[in-house]
């Protein structure tokens, strides 16, 4: 199974599915939820329907994916979601309706999340938040990931410039690698020093 559900004390993440596509909506048409993530918050269900199946419906289509479904265990209902690219970056990008925000649920998947990397043998993972949003960088460092680096660059597809800090994690024996696609693809880059 290429997305294998798991369990942890509260949470339970697994696949969503098009039952699920109110749960999506209601994720992903929250301005607030969205405000630092790439794309627009969704204007309709039919807009859902087609970001679940290209978000989705095309990874579990792959090998080997790892975009969840965050559900409490007492109803099995999306709140939220924990993805990790597949892709050289093993990029974990996170969301939750806000108000499930505050009590540990994301940090709690995305540990689950990592264990099942592990297993797998992934060597390492990826994270980026805008500056302006600290509050994404806490739950990496709760996560164990460390500040490697700053960046910036235009985000589509909002178009909008912006700086990005950059956490890694190596699940692997290399604890010094560093992912430097991000800082050799921006023309600014830069270490801060305060973090």
């Known amino acids: 199974m290429n997305t294998p559900t798991l369990e ?17 909506y209601k994720i992903y048409s929250d301005k607030e939820v969205n405000t630092f993530l790439p ?8 807009e859902a329907k087609m970001f679940y199946e290209n978000q989705f419906v095309s990874k ?8 969840y479904a965050v559900c409490l265990k007492k109803d099995n209902f999306p709140i939220g979601y924990v ?9 974990l990008g996170y969301g939750l309706c806000k108000e499930f925000w505050h009590q540990g649920i994301i940090t709690e998947a995305s540990r689950a999340v990592i264990d099942q990397l592990k297993k797998d043998e992934i060597p390492y993972i990826t994270a980026t938040h805008d500056i302006n949003n600290p509050r ?6 709760k ?15 909002k178009d909008i410039l912006v700086t990005f800090r ?19 693809n921006s023309n600014v880059h830069f270490v801060e020093t305060n973090i």
């Open 8 to 24: 942890t004390k509260r949470l339970i993440l697994r696949k969503f599915i098009e039952n699920d596509l109110k749960a999506l």
């Open 143 to 157: 996560l164990g990931m460390k500040y490697q680096y700053s960046y910036k660059e235009q985000w589509q597809p």
């Open 60 to 67: 579990y289509n792959q090998k080997i994916a790892y975009n």
């Open 39 to 46: 794309w627009f918050p969704l204007k309709t269900i039919e």
């Open 83 to 91: 993805n990790v690219s597949t892709e050289d970056s093993y990029d």
């Open 166 to 184: 950059m956490y890694q994690l190596n699940l692997d024996e290399h604890k010094d690698r560093v992912y430097k696609k991000y800082w050799n």
């Open 136 to 141: 994404s960088g806490e739950v990496m460092k």
